[in-house]
């Protein structure tokens, strides 16, 4: 840096002087830089309007827990709401029973439990209505992770577990066993179990009524399994840029709203970060700025990105491959079956034809019978009527006729 000198000097004599004879103090005083015009002279604590800030609850400690209860009600008081954020509302509106959303989109309505839990309540005076547009941030963050663990503590649950505590009745859970343990550990872990399961039990991801009944042949397995492979694939690739985003946002913000000292285990949400929690990020950005030296290769990231999505997309291959493998070998069980149930309803068929004609047989031959009987009969009684003064014949065959037998005129003609 160069230093200029001054200008104007308020005692001409000193002009005259060397600089071995001025003290060292006017020397400073006479060699300092003006101040530059850039230099920010305004307090630390005013803010320019456009500065964002970042604004941290943490949802996770015993003293926070309160917030939640409150989210949770909201939620519960409101059935528009509950619809937009894909719960199962509690009821329905009586003009025709269909639940409506009153026109509002997906962040109005997390702009207005926001407003509810943090403002209105009155627990959390810290708080602006200027910040509302974080904090409906904080509140989306706070419902994901809900619905997340919710999931969780369902699959550790199993299906009789979690059919037992839809029922009310966790009370029969024998003391001492598995799921009793687990139904401890998820109480203390996650005290909103219960009402969670009253807003998302009938949701299509969690009830699967809808789907299929219980007789069908298909095997419904494949079908979680995708999904859960997909959604794997989607936070990690979420993850991984989301964490990027939060550290460029951090460093262009000056100030906190409030200090993040979380544990491993704290749920944390924020709208500049991820439930991991913001001031973790930070001290990530902040120690890859002290040591560029051991940031990894652009290349690996990528690689790494690649070869995990390369993988994902294996398995669902396989998976549907199995899945069409087992429909193709279902559909020729089925073409088989009818084929064969084909053939003996022909075979039937064709023999009640043969019987039906063989008795048509037999019928028109003993009518046929019965036909050549009579005209024998009758041409003994024309020959018999033919020679009436005749006695018997030579050969004896022909039968006396007796005088008084009545003959039809029309047989003697």
């Given at each position: 840096?160069?230093?200029?000198?001054?200008?104007?000097?308020?005692?001409?004599?000193?002009?005259?002087?060397?600089?071995?004879?001025?003290?060292?103090?006017?020397?400073?005083?006479?060699?300092?830089?003006?101040?530059?015009s850039k230099e920010n002279t305004k307090p630390a604590s005013k803010l320019q309007?456009?500065?964002?800030?970042?604004?941290?609850?943490?949802?996770?400690?015993?003293?926070?827990?309160?917030?939640?209860?409150?989210?949770?009600?909201?939620?519960?008081?409101?059935?528009?709401?509950?619809?937009?954020?894909?719960?199962?509302?509690?009821?329905?509106?009586?003009?025709?029973?269909?639940?409506?959303?009153?026109?509002?989109?997906?962040?109005?309505?997390?702009?207005?439990?926001?407003?509810?839990?943090?403002?209105?309540?009155?627990?959390?005076?810290?708080?602006?209505?200027?910040?509302?547009?974080?904090?409906?941030?904080?509140?989306?963050?706070?419902?994901?992770?809900?619905?997340?663990?919710?999931?969780?503590?369902?699959?550790?649950?199993?299906?009789?577990?979690?059919?037992?505590?839809?029922?009310?009745?966790?009370?029969?859970?024998?003391?001492?066993?598995?799921?009793?343990?687990?139904?401890?550990?998820?109480?203390?872990?996650?005290?909103?179990?219960?009402?969670?399961?009253?807003?998302?039990?009938?949701?299509?991801?969690?009830?699967?009524?809808?789907?299929?009944?219980?007789?069908?042949?298909?095997?419904?397995?494949?079908?979680?399994?995708?999904?859960?492979?997909?959604?794997?694939?989607?936070?990690?690739?979420?993850?991984?840029?989301?964490?990027?985003?939060?550290?460029?946002?951090?460093?262009?913000?000056?100030?906190?709203?409030?200090?993040?000292?979380?544990?491993?285990?704290?749920?944390?949400?924020?709208?500049?970060?991820?439930?991991?929690?913001?001031?973790?990020?930070?001290?990530?950005?902040?120690?890859?700025?002290?040591?560029?030296?051991?940031?990894?290769?652009?290349?690996?990231?990528?690689?790494?990105?690649?070869?995990?999505?390369?993988?994902?997309?294996?398995?669902?291959?396989?998976?549907?491959?199995?899945?069409?493998?087992?429909?193709?070998?279902?559909?020729?069980?089925?073409?088989?079956?009818?084929?064969?149930?084909?053939?003996?309803?022909?075979?039937?068929?064709?023999?009640?034809?043969?019987?039906?004609?063989?008795?048509?047989?037999?019928?028109?031959?003993?009518?046929?019978?019965?036909?050549?009987?009579?005209?024998?009969?009758?041409?003994?009684?024309?020959?018999?009527?033919?020679?009436?003064?005749?006695?018997?014949?030579?050969?004896?065959?022909?039968?006396?006729?007796?005088?008084?037998?009545?003959?039809?005129?029309?047989?003697?003609?």
């Amino acid at each position: 840096m160069t230093y200029r000198k001054p200008k104007n000097i308020s005692n001409p004599s000193e002009k005259l002087q060397t600089g071995k004879s001025k003290s060292r103090k006017q020397a400073r005083e006479c060699t300092r830089p003006p101040l530059s015009s850039k230099e920010n002279t305004k307090p630390a604590s005013k803010l320019q309007e456009g500065t964002k800030r970042t604004v941290t609850v943490h949802w996770s400690k015993p003293e926070y827990h309160y917030a939640t209860d409150l989210l949770l009600t909201a939620i519960e008081e409101r059935q528009t709401t509950c619809a937009a954020l894909g719960f199962d509302p509690q009821g329905q509106d009586e003009t025709n029973g269909v639940n409506k959303t009153s026109g509002k989109v997906v962040h109005e309505h997390y702009t207005s439990l926001a407003r509810v839990v943090f403002l209105e309540s009155g627990r959390f005076p810290k708080y602006t209505p200027d910040d509302i547009h974080e904090l409906a941030g904080v509140i989306k963050n706070r419902v994901i992770k809900l619905k997340a663990l919710y999931r969780e503590c369902r699959e550790k649950l199993t299906a009789t577990g979690a059919g037992l505590v839809d029922e009310d009745r966790e009370s029969e859970f024998e003391p001492g066993s598995q799921l009793a343990n687990i139904w401890d550990e998820i109480q203390h872990d996650f005290p909103w179990y219960k009402r969670m399961n009253a807003l998302m039990r009938g949701h299509p991801l969690i009830d699967r009524s809808g789907v299929a009944n219980s007789a069908t042949g298909v095997d419904l397995d494949i079908l979680d399994r995708r999904s859960k492979l997909l959604v794997k694939a989607e936070d990690n690739n979420s993850g991984r840029a989301r964490a990027d985003d939060t550290h460029h946002r951090a460093a262009s913000s000056d100030v906190s709203c409030s200090d993040s000292d979380d544990t491993a285990g704290d749920l944390v949400s924020s709208t500049e970060s991820t439930a991991s929690g913001s001031d973790e990020v930070k001290d990530t950005g902040t120690k890859k700025r002290k040591s560029p030296s051991t940031q990894p290769s652009a290349s690996a990231g990528p690689t790494k990105c690649r070869k995990g999505m390369l993988q994902h997309v294996q398995e669902i291959a396989a998976a549907d491959r199995s899945t069409r493998l087992k429909m193709t070998a279902m559909r020729l069980k089925a073409k088989c079956n009818y084929k064969v149930e084909k053939e003996r309803l022909r075979h039937d068929i064709e023999m009640a034809r043969l019987e039906h004609e063989a008795r048509e047989r037999d019928k028109q031959r003993e009518h046929e019978l019965k036909l050549l009987a009579g005209q024998l009969e009758l041409e003994h009684l024309r020959v018999a009527a033919s020679r009436p003064s005749q006695g018997p014949s030579q050969s004896g065959l022909a039968p006396p006729l007796v005088a008084n037998w009545a003959i039809d005129p029309a047989l003697q003609s």
